[in-house]
């Protein structure tokens, strides 16, 4: 199994490229049997309400932005 560098888009704007879901990394889960994931967190709506954090596998979130959040 490949090594992942987990930290490479903590707190960098990020898109999954299935759904078009963007967020900040917040989170990575790395299992024995493979599928990692990152957690993505929304920006806070225009309505001000906080939207859920989702779960994407790792080949399908590519990085938005290069500076930090």
């Given at each position: 199994m490949a090594e992942i560098d987990g930290t490479k888009f903590f707190e960098k704007?990020?898109?999954d490229t299935v759904t078009g879901?963007?967020?900040t990394c917040?989170?990575?889960c790395q299992y024995t049997t493979g599928s990692d994931q990152y957690l993505i967190a929304p920006r806070i709506?225009?309505?001000r309400l906080y939207r859920d954090s989702h779960?994407?596998?790792v080949g399908r979130v590519v990085?938005?932005?290069e500076n930090e959040i």
């Open positions: 704007q990020v898109t879901f963007t967020g917040i989170g990575l709506g225009s309505d779960w994407f596998d990085l938005v932005v």
